[in-house]
């Protein structure tokens, strides 16, 4: 995908990267990636992908600007409290890159309206703070067979991880899913919500820019990806450290006892080869 004049002289500075060059650069323009949540994490997500020339950004978030989420949400403004923060975003991508297609969304994403939220993205970016959507977000990736680059918030704490649980890892095995990471959510009650806990706004931003790195890089084609690995921060020390995960075999999405991935699962590993431990 050819660039134009303007876009080479925008993204000069990635064209100059070994790692991106204009054969990446292009992969970016042609790419298509799903936000889910335009709040603390998508702020700085969606700015990010939009600044490095993701080709068209789909936004779902069915919320309306507040007061109380500009300590964190920079996307969005003063003037914006009271607009749909679809609206807030995608006129905010406009002023900083008009390279970039916006799909809009004003929706919030369920089990039912997943399948059609992702159909034509190539990607899907998870930045919702609550674990229904989660759970929604990533059984629909691996259904669609779709990449998921996921994080979540805490007060001064902050995880990253990829899944891409359609896919087949390097030791012959299925990549790990979500269910495998969580394989259910906490007791109702036991997680207290941003609104009561709190969230340190700068915080968001460096989690939000993660994401944003994860998504680059896997577009472009570069690095290794935080599959089967997931990477916690702590605000409070600044210390970063990694967490290893592997495959569930009993997990309910590609485990070998589920109807749909009995045949993957069991061909992906082979008779008398244990299931990973990390």
């Known amino acids: 995908m050819a660039l134009s004049s303007d876009e080479i002289e ?3 500075r990635h064209l100059v990267l070994r790692e991106v060059g204009g054969p990446g650069q292009a992969r970016l323009k042609a790419a298509r990636v799903l936000v889910v949540g335009a ?3 998508g702020a700085p997500l969606i700015q990010y992908l939009a600044a490095a020339g993701i080709g068209t950004i789909g936004i779902v978030d069915d919320d309306e600007v507040s007061l109380s989420n500009l ?3 920079v996307i ?3 003037p914006d409290i009271g607009r749909p923060k679809v609206e807030s975003a995608a006129e905010a991508i406009a ?13 919030r994403l369920t089990p039912e309206n997943a399948p059609a939220l992702l159909a034509g993205y190539d990607l899907v970016a998870d930045g919702t703070d609550n674990f229904t959507t989660r759970y929604a977000v990533s059984d629909a990736c691996f259904a669609a067979g779709r990449p998921l680059v996921t994080a979540a918030l805490g007060a001064f704490d902050g995880s990253l991880t990829t899944i ?9 095995q299925p990549n790990p899913t979500y269910r495998c990471l969580f394989p259910t959510p906490p007791p109702p009650g036991t997680v207290a919500p941003c ?8 915080l968001a931003g460096v989690m939000g820019s993660l994401m944003a790195m994860e998504v680059i890089r896997a577009v472009a084609g570069f690095g290794e990806p935080l599959v089967g690995r997931l990477l916690m921060v702590d605000a409070r020390s600044m210390r970063f450290e990694t967490l290893l995960y592997a495959w569930d075999p009993d997990n309910p999405l590609n ?8 045949r993957t699962a069991r061909e992906a590993a082979p008779a008398g080869r244990p299931p990973r431990t990390r």
């Open 10 to 12: 925008r993204y000069a």
């Open 39 to 41: 709040g603390g994490l």
């Open 71 to 73: 300590q964190r949400q």
């Open 76 to 78: 969005h403004g003063t």
């Open 95 to 107: 002023r900083l890159n008009p390279h970039v297609r916006v799909e809009t969304h004003a929706v």
């Open 164 to 172: 891409r649980a359609h896919e087949v890892g390097p030791d012959g």
């Open 195 to 202: 609104a009561e806990a709190g969230v340190l706004g700068a």
């Open 255 to 262: 485990g070998i006892a589920t109807r749909d991935g009995v």
